[in-house]
T-cell receptor
């Protein structure tokens, strides 16, 4: 089955700096890669996603890149703000049932 | 509109008891997923429903776990003879099944199950 590795497990940045979180996946059939933000005790919320026919996608301060050949994808957050502090999960899915395989998460702390 | 609703938000039970966790998906979403999230981990897939039928139950850890979705909307996850290791947050997600939106899963806030 699919295996998703996520790095780093923790990331601390100063407000205004950029943050990058990287994920690798194992199943070349995977074709959908979402990123979720989860605040403590809250539900995972989709913040951006990318499909395998696209190399990059941007939404305001958030961008995701995908390298299908290397089987890795990354989340980029620019001009970080304290409210960006949360756990971020990458995930991958593909095939007929769309179940998501998640990474172990990255705890992002943005220091004011 | 309303998002995915899960009840109860918290459930404390004793080892060996039976529990039911409920998920009410977004209206019109035919796909429904259950995941389990242990502390400090990402959600792990349990079971996927397409309409009323379980299309993939490969993530259920053993036969103490069972889920139903009799009318293709609300789903119930049932755990028999609970064990302390079952303690986790149980998340439900739903999605559309057609078009570009078919992959996009919206999560509920989860049920935090504690087995004493």
């Amino acid at each position: 089955g699919e295996n998703v590795e996520q790095h780093p497990s923790t990331l601390s940045v100063q407000e205004g700096d950029s943050a990058v979180i990287k994920c690798t996946y194992s199943d070349s059939a995977s074709n959908y890669f979402p990123w979720y933000k989860q605040e403590l005790g809250k539900r995972p919320q989709l913040i951006i996603d990318i499909r395998s026919n696209v190399g990059e996608k941007k939404d305001q301060r958030i961008a995701v890149t995908l390298n299908k050949t290397a089987k890795h994808f990354s989340l980029h957050i620019t001009e970080t703000q304290p409210e960006d502090s949360a756990v971020y999960f990458c995930a991958a899915s593909g095939g007929s049932n769309y179940k998501l395989t998640f990474g172990k998460g990255t705890l992002l702390t943005v220091n004011p | 509109g309303a998002g995915v609703s899960q009840t109860p938000s918290n459930k404390v039970t004793e080892k060996g008891k039976y529990v039911e966790l409920r998920c009410d998906p977004i209206s019109g979403h035919t796909a429904l997923y259950w995941y389990r999230q242990s502390l400090g981990q990402g959600p792990e897939f349990l079971i996927y429903f397409q309409g009323t039928g379980a299309a993939d139950d490969s993530g259920l850890p053993n036969d103490r776990f069972f889920a139903v979705r009799p009318e293709g909307s609300v789903s119930t996850l049932k755990i028999q003879r609970t064990e302390r290791g079952d303690s986790a947050v149980y998340l439900c997600a739903s999605s559309l099944s057609r078009g570009q939106a078919k992959n996009i899963q919206y999560f509920g806030a989860g049920t935090r199950l504690s087995v004493l």
